[in-house]
């Protein structure tokens, strides 16, 4: 039998003062619906529906952008990855919002090995398209580059 794991997308107990908590997976969990066939088909506004009832998209982006809580990472398909220093991040019953991040002696938690999404980049060079040996080791690179991706809940 195959073990599945659990992941808490929202923060548990959450102050009174608070209206929508995330972990740091509820806002990787996010990050995984920016892509945009998520957002055009209306997956990530069911899955905010689902998780963070009342909550509308376009106000979240805004609230996450405006706490900078993304820095850039071309890696993955959104340009964008959590800050290492992100605990929990809130939306306030005022609309305002608040960032709780790990204290210096806490440790920073290892990114997932095995990560949904992402991507990877490999150089084409001309001489690559010209010869045949050129196109199987683009293959090769390109081949180099996949590895299987865990499945979302």
Same mark, same amino acid.
């Given at each position: 039998? $195959? $073990?599945?794991?659990?992941?808490?997308?929202?923060?548990?107990?959450?102050?009174?003062?608070?209206?929508?908590?995330?972990?740091?997976?509820?806002?990787?969990?996010?990050?995984? =619906?920016?892509?945009?066939? /998520?957002?055009?088909?209306?997956? /990530?506004? @069911?899955?905010?529906?689902? =998780?963070?009832?009342?909550?509308?998209?376009?106000?979240?982006?805004? /609230?996450?952008?405006?706490?900078?809580?993304?820095?850039?990472?071309? @890696?993955?398909? @959104?340009?964008?990855?959590?800050?290492?220093?992100?605990?929990?991040?809130? +939306?306030? =019953?005022?609309?305002?919002?608040?960032?709780?991040?790990?204290?210096?002696?806490?440790?920073?938690? /290892?990114?997932?090995?095995?990560? +949904?999404?992402?991507?990877?980049?490999?150089?084409?060079?001309?001489?690559?398209?010209?010869? @045949? $040996?050129?196109?199987?080791?683009?293959?090769?690179?390109?081949? $180099?580059?996949?590895?299987?991706?865990?499945?979302?809940?």
């Amino acid at each position: 039998m $195959e $073990e599945t794991m659990t992941v808490q997308l929202i923060p548990d107990p959450l102050p009174d003062d608070v209206r929508w908590g995330f972990t740091r997976d509820g806002l990787l969990n996010i990050r995984h =619906h920016f892509h945009w066939i /998520a957002v055009t088909k209306g997956f /990530a506004r @069911s899955n905010l529906a689902k =998780h963070w009832p009342g909550l509308v998209w376009n106000d979240l982006m805004h /609230a996450l952008n405006a706490a900078k809580v993304w820095k850039s990472d071309p @890696s993955h398909f @959104s340009g964008k990855d959590l800050k290492p220093q992100v605990k929990e991040f809130h +939306i306030l =019953h005022d609309g305002t919002f608040r960032v709780i991040r790990f204290t210096d002696d806490a440790p920073i938690p /290892a990114p997932d090995p095995q990560p +949904i999404g992402g991507g990877f980049t490999v150089e084409l060079r001309p001489e690559l398209l010209n010869t @045949s $040996e050129g196109r199987r080791n683009l293959a090769r690179l390109i081949l $180099e580059g996949l590895r299987p991706r865990k499945n979302p809940d």
